[in-house]
C-alpha cells in the first residue's frame, strides 16, 4: 500500500545551510528590534525572540550564545547603520564646520525619528542594559574620537 499523500516540505527546503543560518539570524534579529524597540528589555525574552519568529530555540544558539549576544549585535547594527548614514552627511555637507555639524545633527535627528525604535535600542532600552551599555560606552569614545579628529583637520587648515 503507497501512501499518495503529499509530502510536507519544511520553511528551508532547498536553501543552501549557510542562507538558511543567515536567514534565520536576521530573522531573530528583526524580531529582537521589534520586541526590544517596543516593548523593552523585559520583553525580550530568548522564548519571545523564538514564538515572534516561529523559530525553534536550536536555531537561537545556531547564531547566538545568550540573550546578551542577541542584544548586543541588534545595538552593533544598528549603531552600524547609523555611522554609515552619518559618515556620508558628513561628507556631502559642504566644507563648512557649521553646515557639518548641522548635518551630523540632522541625520541622527531624522534616523531616530523615522523609527523611533532605533532611539529606543540606542538610547533608553540602551542605557539600562550592561552589555548595551558598555557598547554605548565604545561608541560615545568613538563618536568623540571621530570629532576631535575632525576638528584638528578642521584647524590644520
Known amino acids: 500500500m503507497s501512501d499518495d499523500r503529499p509530502t510536507k516540505t519544511t520553511r528551508w527546503a532547498g ?3 549557510l542562507d538558511r543560518v543567515r536567514e534565520r ?3 531573530l534579529l528583526a524580531a529582537a528590534f521589534d520586541l526590544f524597540g517596543t516593548e523593552g528589555d523585559a520583553a525580550t525574552s530568548i522564548r519571545a525572540v523564538c514564538r515572534a519568529t516561529e523559530l525553534n530555540a536550536r ?3 545556531e547564531s547566538f550564545i545568550d540573550r546578551d549576544e542577541l542584544l548586543g549585535a541588534l545595538y552593533d547594527e544598528i549603531a ?3 555611522a554609515d548614514l552619518l559618515g556620508t552627511a558628513l561628507l556631502e555637507a559642504p566644507d563648512d564646520p557649521t553646515a557639518r555639524t548641522r548635518a551630523g545633527i540632522e541625520t541622527v535627528l531624522r534616523f531616530i ?6 532611539a529606543r535600542v540606542l538610547f533608553t532600552e540602551g542605557r539600562a542594559n550592561p552589555v548595551l551599555a558598555e557598547r554605548r560606552r565604545i561608541a560615545r569614545q568613538a563618536l568623540v574620537e571621530g570629532t576631535a579628529a575632525m576638528g584638528h583637520d578642521e584647524l590644520a587648515r
Open 25 to 27: 539570524r536576521a530573522l
Open 80 to 82: 552600524a547603520v547609523l
Open 15 to 17: 536553501v543552501p545551510a
Open 59 to 61: 536555531y537561537f544558539y
Open 113 to 118: 525619528t523615522e523609527d523611533p525604535r532605533r
